[in-house]
């Protein structure tokens, strides 16, 4: 059995993404504490692979490949979660595309699609379980971000950071607003964590590793596993006075001035 504090027995969390990376890495941490866990994802395949390892565990789950873009398809995948178990515990809202473009070539269309998905996809996400956690009077958000949210990366992220900047004041402004009524909304923000789009980033230009590196002391990207602990806090009665918070996943990126040297590569140099 788990620590008691982090003890998720009879707790229902949503977890966005949950086909792969961080998204499947926290279904399964929280199934592995004991939550019962409903897994939205597009790809519906891999979504049902994440689903056979949860109910191995002896946990219930229900896999739905809605569109998180899609206000009305929440809307039904929540009524879907009423049905199924009658409550919701913790959000894990993680799924969401972006795009890369140079600012001065931007279609206003895209930029509209990524707001849609990071922004407007994730508000109605915590919209759909906060309604839900506010009649119980109690239940947790955990909203991804990026760290893109606070630092520029260049490199075509106009629209992906705009939506992240948003992410993380939405987070604010409903933690304000709910957490007196027993909700917690809290944001993590990640630095760069190994996923198949970043990898084949890598792959055509080499160079982007070693300049990623070159940001994180800690000396490693992330991986999709470096999202558990956090989320199993988050969705526990440990993280109850924890509420509105921005949590850098960064490997100390953004502790470092953009000038400094990280450790790792003094190490190297001796």
Wanted: net charge negative; proline share 4%; glycine share 12%.
């Amino acid at each position: 059995m788990p620590n008691h504090m982090f003890d998720l027995t009879e707790k229902v969390a949503v977890v966005s993404g949950a086909a792969q990376g961080m998204g499947q890495a926290t279904a399964l941490a929280l199934a592995e504490f004991g939550a019962d866990v409903v897994l939205v994802d597009r790809n519906h395949a891999g979504a049902e692979s994440t689903a056979e390892q949860i109910r191995a565990l002896g946990r219930r789950t229900l896999v739905r490949a809605t569109d998180v873009s899609d206000p009305a398809a929440i809307a039904t995948l929540f009524d879907d979660v009423d049905q199924e178990f009658g409550r919701v515990d913790f959000l894990g809202n993680i799924a969401g595309d972006g795009i890369l473009c140079q600012p001065e070539h931007l279609p206003i269309a895209d930029l509209h699609r990524v707001l849609q998905n990071l922004v407007v996809g994730r508000f109605a996400m915590c919209q759909q379980a906060g309604r839900r956690m506010l009649a119980q009077r109690r239940g947790s958000i955990m909203n991804i971000g990026s760290l893109a949210s606070s630092t520029a990366l260049g490199r075509g992220h106009i629209a992906y950071s705009m939506a992240m900047g948003a992410v993380v004041q939405m987070t604010r402004e409903l933690s304000t607003e709910w957490s007196c009524r027993g909700v917690r909304v809290n944001c993590v923000t990640p630095a760069q964590v190994l996923n198949p789009g970043l990898i084949a980033r890598m792959d055509i230009d080499p160079t982007l590793e070693r300049r990623f590196l070159g940001g994180i002391p800690a000396g490693r990207m992330g991986v999709p596993s470096d999202i558990q602990g956090l989320a199993v806090l988050l969705a526990s009665d440990a993280s109850e006075w924890i509420t509105g918070a921005i949590i850098p996943m960064d490997g100390g990126n953004m502790a470092m001035n953009a000038g400094g040297t990280p450790g790792h590569e003094l190490v190297r140099a001796e």
